[in-house]
């Protein structure tokens, strides 16, 4: 049985070219990626010890292996943090006996008025389980309509892989629900990792799980959306990273060019209900 490192090590050697780390592109490869052996060579262990982690087999590797793996699949900086999260899963470290729980869905006073200030921009604050905890009435404007604030507790996730409206909202859904289940595996904690994927998993289906086993953190791109009042929207995000006792984010919407801007106009002129400010 696999583990989470394994799996990530694995699927990261497979998607490597090797003219990237100035191998040799041999023209005949039965896989595409690294050979083990050109990994196992790079990282400087044995082509059996890294069979052995690929497989599930070592759970436990040093450190100092976790290092030499990171430096010879050439990972930037958020696939080291990831790869170093991933080495502590499987080895137990984080591993507790607390039972699952629901995270923390409070959001503290100073980031409430923090979003009133950026009013009448489009802002949300969300955790890595795609909770929407508070946000902006730019942000209730924009996605009224799309059904993602339908639900008592909107969450993002369960939006993307449950909600019919979903991938005609976002354009490029693939690179969403990438994005979607990757953030699963930072955070908050082990616990509420468990709390979540045992529930959804069952309802989410195989393009759910399929994303869960794969690791591999996907590249962020502009946002495009399609809205039943305003057509296609596109959108550059920033997410600020709240305090880690949060473990909460504060992600921000620009428009990326003038006819998104213009839109928004438009959708603010447009009578509606009064969105909800918080969850």
């Given at each position: 049985?696999?583990?989470?490192?394994?799996?990530?090590?694995?699927?990261?050697?497979?998607?490597?070219?090797?003219?990237?780390?100035?191998?040799?592109?041999?023209?005949?490869?039965?896989?595409?990626?690294?050979?083990?052996?050109?990994?196992?060579?790079?990282?400087?262990?044995?082509?059996?010890?890294?069979?052995?982690?690929e497989q599930g087999r070592d759970r436990n590797p040093?450190?100092?292996?976790?290092?030499?793996?990171?430096?010879?699949?050439?990972?930037?900086?958020?696939?080291?943090?990831?790869?170093?999260?991933?080495?502590?899963?499987?080895?137990?470290?984080?591993?507790?006996?607390?039972?699952?729980?629901?995270?923390?869905?409070?959001?503290?006073?100073?980031?409430?008025?923090?979003?009133?200030?950026?009013?009448?921009?489009?802002?949300?604050?969300?955790?890595?389980?795609?909770?929407?905890?508070?946000?902006?009435?730019?942000?209730?404007?924009?996605?009224?309509?799309?059904?993602?604030?339908?639900?008592?507790?909107?969450?993002?996730?369960?939006?993307?892989?449950?909600?019919?409206?979903?991938?005609?909202?976002?354009?490029?859904?693939?690179?969403?629900?990438?994005?979607?289940?990757?953030?699963?595996?930072?955070?908050?904690?082990?616990?509420?990792?468990?709390?979540?994927?045992?529930?959804?998993?069952?309802?989410?289906?195989?393009?759910?799980?399929?994303?869960?086993?794969?690791?591999?953190?996907?590249?962020?791109?502009?946002?495009?959306?399609?809205?039943?009042?305003?057509?296609?929207?596109?959108?550059?995000?920033?997410?600020?990273?709240?305090?880690?006792?949060?473990?909460?984010?504060?992600?921000?919407?620009?428009?990326?060019?003038?006819?998104?801007?213009?839109?928004?106009?438009?959708?603010?002129?447009?009578?509606?209900?009064?969105?909800?400010?918080?969850?």
């Amino acid at each position: 049985m696999g583990t989470p490192l394994g799996d990530f090590v694995r699927a990261k050697r497979d998607s490597i070219r090797p003219e990237d780390l100035g191998l040799p592109a041999h023209q005949r490869r039965r896989a595409p990626g690294l050979r083990r052996s050109e990994l196992a060579s790079r990282a400087g262990v044995s082509v059996e010890y890294l069979t052995r982690i690929e497989q599930g087999r070592d759970r436990n590797p040093s450190r100092s292996v976790v290092n030499a793996l990171a430096d010879a699949l050439n990972l930037d900086t958020a696939e080291r943090t990831h790869l170093g999260y991933l080495a502590k899963i499987t080895g137990g470290a984080c591993a507790g006996h607390v039972r699952p729980r629901p995270p923390e869905r409070t959001v503290r006073p100073a980031v409430r008025q923090i979003l009133t200030l950026l009013e009448p921009g489009i802002a949300f604050v969300t955790n890595r389980l795609g909770d929407v905890l508070a946000h902006t009435d730019g942000f209730g404007t924009v996605m009224r309509d799309t059904g993602l604030l339908d639900a008592e507790e909107p969450n993002l996730t369960r939006y993307v892989f449950t909600h019919p409206q979903a991938r005609t909202t976002f354009v490029d859904w693939d690179q969403i629900a990438d994005e979607q289940v990757f953030n699963l595996w930072l955070g908050p904690s082990t616990e509420t990792f468990e709390w979540f994927t045992a529930d959804f998993a069952t309802v989410a289906g195989d393009e759910f799980t399929r994303r869960l086993h794969r690791h591999i953190p996907p590249a962020r791109v502009p946002l495009r959306m399609t809205h039943p009042h305003a057509h296609q929207l596109r959108w550059n995000r920033e997410v600020l990273e709240l305090p880690t006792s949060d473990a909460q984010q504060l992600i921000l919407l620009l428009p990326a060019d003038d006819a998104t801007a213009a839109a928004v106009t438009h959708l603010r002129e447009r009578p509606h209900r009064t969105a909800l400010r918080a969850v």
